[in-house]
Structures are given as C-alpha cells and as structure tokens.
C-alpha cells in the first residue's frame, strides 16, 4: 500500500523515499518518548501477570490463595517478599493476588477487545459496503442497543448468570462493538466511493475480497487506536463491575475485586486499596496513552487532537 | 422542524418498545428469584410460597406478564415492588433529588471547568497550561472513580476527619448550618464525579476547538484586524460549541448510569444505589422499571442532541 493511496495519511513531507504507511509511523513513534515509556510500562505488567505462577513461586514463596492468619493487614515490608505491597485480611500476599489478578483483568481486556474487533469490523464492513437496507438494519439494531445503557445491561445480565472470567469476556465482547461499527461503517462509506474501489470492481473482484483486500487495509491504522482504546475501557468496565459485586467473583482475584474487598478495610489497611486501583490506572492510562500515540504517529494531521 | 421532531419521535417508539421487551426477557429468562428472600427460610411451607408468588402474579408465563407490565407502562403506572410493596414510582420520586444533588451538580461542574480549560488548551497549544491540563485530563479518565473515591475518603475521611463519608439523605437544609453539613457531604462524591467528566469533556473541547483554528475563517476574521479575544470567543468558540453541546447532552444519561458506582462508594441513597439493590433482591418492577426510564433518557437525550445540532447550526438541514 502506497503512502498516496491512503486518505489516512498526512500529505507530511516525505522524509525518505516509498516510506510505507507503517514504517513512516514506526519512525515517528520512536521519538515519541511518552508512547514508548508508556508501551514499556504494559509490556511489563502483561508479562509479569503472565509469570505469576513462576514467581509466585519462586519469588515470593506464595500461592495466591494462602492464608496466614497470623499476619492479617501486614503492612508492605520487603521481608518477606511475598508481603511487599502487605497481605490483606486473611493474611494473602496482596502482591501475588494483584498478579493474578492481572491474568484475569488483562485476559478480559485484550480478548473482549478482539471480540469486539472482530464483530465491529464485519458489521461496519458489510454495513458501509453494501448499503440501504442491510446497512438500515445493522443501524437500527445499533441505534437501539446503544439506547439501554450498556452498563445496567452488563449489571444484569451478570447478576443473572453469576459469570465467570470467560463469560463476562464473552458478554463484554458481544456488547462493546457498536463505536467500532459505526467507525468502520463511516470510513467504507467515504472508502466505496473512491477510484481504486471501482477498479477493482471492475476487474471483476468479489464484494468479500474489495471489503477485506481494499477496503480493510486502509481503515486498519486507525483501527488499532480504537482498539487500544476499548482495551483500556473494558478493563475499567471490568474492574467497575467487579467492584459492584457483579463480574469476576472472589476467590479469583481480579484487580476490581480486591479492591471491593479493600474498601471494607480501608481504615485498617490503606495499602489494600491503594494497589489494585494504581495498577488498574496505570494500565488503563498506559493504553490511553499508547492509543493516542498510535493515532499521531499514523497521522500527524491529528497531532495533539483527541 | 416540527415535522422532523415528529419524525424522530415516532420513529422512537418502536425502538422503545423493542428496548421494553428486551429488558423484560432477559429479566424473566433470567435464573432469579424473586423469593430468594424467603428461600432460606424453612419455615415458610410450600403452598404459602406457591400463594406469595400467585399474588405477585408470577403463576402467568412470562410475555403475558410482559403484555400486562407494558399495558401498565404506558398508562403510567410502573407497578409495585415485591419487597416493599409500594409504588415503583414513589420509589424513584424518593431517590431521585439525591440523585440529582450529586450526579447533577458534578456534571455542570464539569462543564464548567471543561469549558474554560479546553478553550485556553487549544489556543495555547503545547504552552504549560496545555500540558498541565491534558496530564490531568488523562490521569482523570484513566483513573476509575471507585478509587478516586476510596481515596479521598481514606484521605479526608479516616485520616483528617475534615468529611464525612457516608452520606445522610435524611439531612434538611433549613438554615447556615445544615446547609454546611449539605456541602460537607457532598463535596467528596462531586469532586470524583466532576472530575472525571471534565477529564472527558476538556479533551473533546480542546479537540473540537483545534479542528477549527487552522481554518479559512479565522485567517479571514485576523486579516479583517478583529482582536485576537473576538477572533477565539465569537468565532471560534461559537464554531467549535456545536458538537461540543449536543455531546453534553448526548453524556447527560451516560452521567446517570456512572453514577451508580459513585453512589455505591459513598452511600448515597439514589436512583444507582437502588437499582443494585433491587438487583440483588430480584426485585424485578423495580430494575425492569428503572433500566426502561434510563432508556428513555437516552433515547430522548439522542434527540435533543440531533435538534440541537440543527438549531445551533443553519448548515445542516434536517430531513
């Protein structure tokens, strides 16, 4: 894909010949401090809840569910390490819950977010693509699902079935998808229209192979700002459900429900809330972060806007 | 216009009805129990729960008890509660100003704060205000209100004692001091509340204000010698307010269901506090009640946003 033939890309002075779209982009997110640090940041988080098996129980001497009723509302201390960020009320090492708790809260995030993906790309494809009445009826159903607010939907469907970490990933990434949609929907409208589309229809390409070899190319850029950004937004949904009572259910640990389970004791063990919720933030802003990063590196026209 | 309002609303109402009978479905479909409050209970025998049940009128399938609940509906009459026996509608009357004391004053709060800070973020693009403002504007919608909330009560709460942090509904604002009291305990849900929807509003101000300094007009308002404060206030900001108002009327039920965890945190006895409660208690005129009005407000809110968008803006024509 040739930097000209895209409508996403900056007509930004080319700094060295046939920059490809994402070379040119990579290029630019290498000066880009925040964004890298930011990336860094996630990457660090994802691949220590990934280990936390290994260093539950190598590290820190600890499973998640261990209790030391000798040791409740332990202050953080480095020694033992499993009680560096304190233990909670049943003497649990609040640092090796938060790990796996980052299993399930990240595990939510990153695949709700690809449900969404996958839904939003298809419908928004075929929506835009094809026009008039099917378009009429993805935007209906649109339209009306995003007038029950999304979040007393995903409270009560989630009371009713109790779920677990892979229901609630599959009920969130069934009910996340419309902003997508709508995205996708709105650039293959402006996309149709334009001259390599009717080139390639003209040498006889099938509408699948337009909508996912000529359409999709172009609207994917902007894509992955979206989904950097629904990631960050799941995981707050998650963590705000989880609090509620409602999403993923003691004992798994998950950083919304520690923290639930730490406002109970907040007067005793500050630290208990202080954790979870500063991971939840940092992860959520680092996706933010990397989101909008994204976003000016693909195109620099929207620099500094979002 | 009036036609188009028309239009918009008639086209409403089956997507309204669609929305009733969704909420209704997964309610009635769902694995809860309305006696669950007498479930445990040994001491109830069978046929006095089969009775309590036919009183509730749950011996019907449920798509008659959804015809009668709609029936119902649209006369007015939002049926009772199966736990405390009373109008679902007094209910909601009840919780409401508490609702709108803390969930309404924070919004226009942060209105007010977006605002300003969104204009002199675009005009002074990169300056340290800039800076400073989206730092915080990104630390604000990152950060989940829960713990905002949890921390300004460990902070004020537990260690300074400055505020208290569950919330009296039962306070009367008859004189100076009651009024203090009022404020005192409101401060804490609307900081967090406030807060996060200027993070959101500020960065949608800022953004939409960006889109237009770069444009013909404006080159055009400087070059005609206008100051710089008319150029931004009566051209730019103008320009850049239409979207930015109908998405402030497109947040107003966003606000509402946020809400529910803020009045979670701090007790708050409103319309979000009731509505888990009643979830928990299967108590489902209630829920089915509540989710259908917050509906509405978002239907109806989708609507002011389009007209507005058109009255603000002689551009667009509506159709």
New interface residues.
């Given amino acids: 894909m040739s930097a000209t033939a895209t409508p996403l890309i900056a007509m930004a002075p080319a700094r060295r010949a046939s920059a490809g779209l994402w070379s040119n982009a990579l290029y630019r997110l290498r000066r880009d401090r925040l964004t890298l640090a930011a990336a860094t940041t996630l990457t660090v988080l994802v691949v220590l809840s990934i280990l936390a098996p290994l260093l539950a129980e190598h590290v820190f001497d600890r499973s998640f569910e261990q209790q030391d009723l000798l040791k409740t509302y332990h202050p953080p201390t480095l020694d033992p390490p499993a009680y560096l960020l304190g233990g909670d009320e049943l003497g649990r090492s609040q640092v090796v819950r938060l790990l796996y708790g980052g299993q399930v809260s990240l595990f939510v995030g990153f695949v709700a977010a690809f449900m969404n993906l996958t839904i939003g790309i298809g419908l928004g494809l075929i929506s835009g693509y094809f026009r008039g009445p099917v378009d009429d009826v993805i935007t ?1 159903f649109i ?2 699902l ?8 995903l ?3 989630t ?3 109790a779920p677990g970490a892979l229901t609630l990933t599959i009920i969130i990434g069934l009910l996340f998808w419309t902003g997508i949609t709508n995205f996708v929907r709105g650039q293959t409208f402006a996309l149709r229209e334009r001259e390599f589309i009717l080139a390639a229809r003209t040498i006889g390409a099938a509408s699948w192979r337009i909508m996912f070899r000529h359409v999709l190319p172009n609207i994917l850029p902007l894509i992955f700002v979206l989904l950097a950004i629904d990631i ?1 937004t799941i995981i ?1 949904a998650e ?2 459900l989880s ?2 009572g ?1 999403g993923i259910v003691p004992p798994t640990p998950s950083w919304g429900n520690m ?2 389970n ?2 109970t004791y ?2 005793r063990a ?1 630290w208990l ?2 954790s979870p ?2 991971t ?2 940092l992860t ?2 680092c996706l ?2 990397i989101g909008d990063g994204l976003r000016d590196a693909l195109d620099p026209r929207l620099k ?3 | 216009m009036g036609r188009y309002i028309l239009r918009r609303l008639l086209v409403a109402i089956p997507t309204l009805i669609v929305i009733s009978f969704i909420i209704y479905a997964v309610l009635a479909l769902s694995p809860i129990d309305p006696l669950s409050a007498f479930g445990a209970d040994p001491r109830v025998p069978p046929e006095v729960r089969e009775n309590i049940r036919r009183s509730l009128g749950l011996d019907q399938p449920w798509p008659i008890r959804y015809v009668k609940w709609f029936t119902a509906l649209i006369q007015g009459d939002l049926g009772y509660s199966f736990m405390s026996h009373s109008p679902v509608i007094g209910l909601i009357v009840q919780r409401l100003p508490n609702t709108l004391a803390v969930v309404g004053v924070a919004y226009v709060i942060g209105v007010l704060i977006a605002l300003p800070v969104g204009m002199i973020s675009a005009v002074k693009r990169y300056s340290l205000v800039d800076q400073v403002a989206t730092t915080f504007a990104f630390i604000g919608f990152s950060t989940p209100t829960f713990f905002t909330g949890l921390l300004l009560i460990i902070i004020f709460s537990v260690n300074l004692h400055w505020l208290p942090f569950i919330y009296n509904s039962n306070l009367k604002i008859e004189d100076l001091g009651s009024f203090l009291q009022q404020v005192k305990q409101s401060i804490m849900p609307i900081t967090v509340l406030g807060l996060f929807d200027a993070a959101v509003l500020t960065r949608y101000v800022r953004s939409e204000m960006l889109e237009h300094l770069p444009l013909d007009y404006v080159r055009t308002a400087r070059s005609k010698g206008l100051r710089e404060r008319a150029v931004i206030l009566s051209h730019v900001l103008r320009n850049s307010l239409i979207p930015v108002v109908t998405l402030i009327a497109l947040g107003v039920p966003a606000v509402f269901a946020g809400a529910i965890v803020t009045e979670q945190i701090f007790r708050v006895p409103g319309i979000g506090e009731m509505l888990v409660r009643a979830i928990f208690d299967g108590d489902i005129p209630v829920v089915a009640a509540v989710v259908f009005l917050f509906s509405v407000l978002v239907v109806s809110f989708n609507l002011v946003a389009d007209v507005l968008y058109a009255v603000l803006d002689p551009r667009i024509k509506y159709t």
């Fill in positions: 209906w339209t009306t995003n007038s029950i607010p999304i979040i007393f939907l409270i009560i469907i009371t009713l079935f960050g707050l963590s705000a609090y509620l409602l923290l639930s730490a406002s907040f007067s500050w809330v202080v919720g500063a939840i933030f959520v802003l933010y972060l500094g806007a979002s």
